[in-house]
């Protein structure tokens, strides 16, 4: 009955996860979830205030599929402003959000059997989507050390004539890592003289601590043409439900092939929602942005400060994004049960490293309050010695 092709995906990890803790909370078990990718403020309220503008003014009907002019001017002053990225809006398209923007892009480029780098640890829905698109993945594995970022040796290594792709994420979920220019200038230098895409997640670009953010399709005019920008606005001004994303490349016959795609499947996406983003994109809400990141910068300073003074786990700060990628290898090498005992023994849920590519780890989102972030460490902690 079912398609060899929706067999090939796997549920995400994090949604199952977040949807247990959740429905055990309904229960009334005493849970406390650190699982979701969700920022735990308000949307700012310049955002909210023009959509109940667009509402009452009965802005309610279809509209083109990349999105309405006055909003792609938005994504591009944005784009300018922000990363110094010169796209025409008819070289933008919005979707329902990050996850639309990459399916997109990967349906629309990739065939049966090309190949895909994508570094570990990774979001959990990359190698579902190259899967699904019928391509293949291949992981890069990267470790402590360095950062868990990838080198140009690296890469120059994992590179065959089947690579049609990479996918670069920074900051990173979920390990908060960022990639420096020199860092990315390298990597630019082996992709030189080759086909390969890059798609570059920035969701989390607003989300840093003590580093700079590069784009990387700055970083050089070859950068810039092969590059695919993929942004939204779901983490750094709190608009996860609302659907909120964006792609940008200077190739038109790629961006008209994305538009035929995305008439075919969603249409454009929420009327309401495309004047709520056009504020947060001209930066009319920075301010507001600047209060969650430095409230994020102060719970990853705290979280990280607990968890290396627990004996048997480990983690770095993060450079980016709120999550920590805590080491467990000298407690366990089993994620998932790891995980699974956790949440029974004391009601914190957490996501199992495996999910992510990197088995001896788990994920915690600090996207939560102090007073909670304390409570669900110092129950680990408690845990993790009764298991040694």
Known sequence: MLSDRIQTLSPSLTIAISSLARDLKAQGKDILSFSAGEPDFETPRAIKDEAIKAINDGFTQYTAVPGIPELLEAVATKLKRDNGLDYAPSNIIVSNGAKQSLFN??????????EVIIPAPYWVTYPELVKYASAVPVVIETNEIRGFKITADELKAAISPKTKMLI?????????????KEELEALAEVLKGTDIIVASDEMYEKLVYDIDFVAAASISEDMYQRTVTINGLSKSVAMTGWRFGYLATPNKTLIAAMNKLQSQSTSNINSITQKAAIPALLGKVDDDIEKMRRAFEGRADEAVKLFNEIDGLSVLKPQGAFYLFVNIKDISNDSIEFCKELLQATGVAVVPGIGFGSEGYFRFSFATDMTTIREGVRRIEKFVASKK
């Open 105 to 114: 892009l990967f349906q629309a480029t990739l065939n049966p059997g090309d």
């Open 168 to 180: 670069l994420t920074s900051p990173s979920n979920p390990t908060g890592s960022v990639y420096s």
